[in-house]
């Protein structure tokens, strides 16, 4: 946690993550934006480490895991980690 990759690394390593935990990830969100997985504040504000690197709340990790097995389980073959990082990315931006 708190180190920055990119954002289909995370997405790659979701389950490996807690469940409470937050990805922060740099505008415009791609599948190569610079992001990392931090513990949000109580206070709603973004955690330091993440404000420093210059990114922005994603979405927290229980959604991103709910929002993929959903989509998953609606669609009949499975889809590459680029498609998943892109539904990820869609939601965050339209639905989030």
């Known amino acids: ?15 490996e993550f807690d469940e409470y935990d937050t990805i922060y990830a740099s505008e415009p969100w791609t599948e190569d934006s610079d992001a990392m997985v931090a513990t949000g504040l109580d206070t709603g504000r ?16 229980h959604i991103s895991r709910e929002v993929i097995e959903g989509w998953l389980a609606s669609i009949e073959e499975k889809p590459s980690l680029s498609a998943v990082c892109q539904r990820l990315i869609q939601y965050a931006v339209n639905d989030a």
């Open 46 to 61: 973004s955690p330091p480490e993440a404000v420093e690197a210059g990114l922005e709340y994603f979405l927290e990790i």
């Open 1 to 15: 946690m708190g180190k920055v990759g990119r954002l289909i690394e995370i997405v790659e390593r979701l389950s």
